[in-house]
């Protein structure tokens, strides 16, 4: 088993080392909403990329669910990849998007409980214990594959056992954020009120977001993720401009790509190129005390990051399907409201084809929108899938993820 995991882990690995130095090009690198020269911010570019809480594999840790796998190796890359992202908007949330990590200075006591949000333990809220366990209620054994769209349902349900972080996960359907559903998801108590150019209720808005009456007395930070569909086989070309304007806008949270069985969390951009970071190492599970601080030197990688063609993928790392799922991080209203300005301006007027739209009511011949609430979860040990035949099999289509 673990001869047939290093064989596949190394195969990875020897793709990626392919593209590790960073090109010197005149072209701006753009890494989650910042943006940096190579020829005078290499070094400042570097620093955020090794600030990013960095997830891979694990190997030796607590049995999940007391007899299932002690490792995630060959089937976790999903679930560590949606790990970085909600890793990513609660680093936003607790220390800003300008906190960077030194080594070699002592860090703030909200960044380690962050870490203990995702150490390899059952009683960590977003463990793979927790995530893997979640995950067979969205028909997931545990030890399988998992999609994008089943680890982004997977992150808003445990979300909502997250008191700390009061974080609200929204998960668009059909290619349509609807600003309705997002306000009874955050439980807010005013309406809001857009103006709507010519055509039907599910238009896209026309001007910004205003709010009729008096403001909400609360907003729970957002964490916003938006499955696309970009293509067929390959993305197509009309989208990538787009695409590549989600990663300029200060509220990214990254993307989530790669194909069946093989997943990258990617971070930027620069010219044709996706800048990601990678889940394919496997490294010892960290055992802490509770509270206490966390040898987090394996929690950041501390290489030059790998990229990849936008278009042009090499075969073993193709789009199986082009779809993307897009993520944005929303610690107040106003982030929100110059969300959607950016969306309108950037994404929508300027696109002939857009990848989604943005609309303000419910559409009316979809189903009534079900606000998440906690789900009663059984699971037991048994659950896990025991054949490494097994791990390299999946029927869910592969999405890109842009959180």
């Known amino acids: 088993m673990e001869a047939v995991l290093a064989k596949y882990e190394n195969q990875i690995n020897a793709f990626s080392d392919f593209l590790e130095d960073l090109p010197e090009v005149d ?3 753009w890494i989650l909403g910042a943006c940096y020269d190579l020829k005078t911010k290499k070094s400042e570019l ?15 840790f607590s049995p999940i669910g007391g007899t299932g796998p002690s490792s995630d190796a060959g089937w976790g890359c999903m679930l560590r990849c ?17 906190w960077r990590w030194d080594p070699e200075k002592r860090q703030p006591k909200e960044y380690h409980r962050i870490l203990h949000c995702f150490l390899d333990k059952k009683d960590s809220c977003y463990s793979i214990h ?12 545990v030890g399988e594959w ?23 996960v929204y998960v668009s359907m059909d290619n349509t954020v ?5 306000s009874t998801c955050l439980f807010l108590i005013t309406k809001c009120k857009k103006t709507f150019g010519e055509g039907s209720p599910s238009s896209p808005l026309a001007q910004g977001r205003t709010l009729q009456s008096q403001r909400p007395l609360d907003w729970r930070p957002l964490l916003l993720v938006i499955p696309l569909r ?21 509220q ?29 190492t496997t490294q010892q599970a960290v055992d802490t005390e509770s509270g206490s601080a966390v040898d987090d030197q394996s929690y950041h990688c501390q290489r030059t990051p790998h990229r990849m063609k936008i278009t042009s993928l090499d075969p073993s790392v193709a789009l199986v399907s082009a779809q993307t799922t897009s993520g944005f991080f929303c610690k107040s209203e106003e982030d929100f409201d110059s969300w959607c300005d950016l969306v309108q301006q950037e994404l929508l007027k300027k696109r002939n084809l857009r990848m989604f739209e943005l609309v303000e009511k419910h559409p009316s011949h979809w189903p009534p929108f079900v606000p998440p609430t906690k789900p009663e979860v059984q699971t037991t040990g048994a659950e896990f899938i025991e054949s490494p035949d097994k791990l390299f099999e999946s029927e869910e289509e592969f999405e890109i993820l842009n959180v």
């Open 27 to 29: 072209e701006p690198v």
């Open 46 to 60: 570097l620093s955020d990329v090794r600030s990013r809480l960095w997830f891979t594999y694990r190997k030796k």
């Open 82 to 98: 949606g790990q970085m992202i909600l890793a990513q908007a609660l680093v936003c949330r607790h220390l800003g998007r300008d």
């Open 130 to 141: 927790q995530m893997a366990q979640m995950g067979v209620g969205e028909g997931k054994s």
């Open 146 to 168: 998992y999609g994008p769209n089943t680890v982004a349902q997977v992150l808003k349900k445990l979300a909502l056992f997250d008191d700390w972080n009061t974080l609200a």
């Open 178 to 182: 609807v600003i309705e559903d997002i």
């Open 230 to 250: 970009m293509g067929i086989n390959s993305i197509n070309p009309v989208y990538i401009q787009a695409f590549k304007e989600c990663f300029k806008m200060p």
């Open 252 to 280: 990214s949270c990254g993307v989530l790509g790669g194909k069946p069985n093989l997943a990258y969390y990617f971070i930027g951009f620069i010219d044709d190129e996706l800048i990601y970071l990678d889940p394919h």
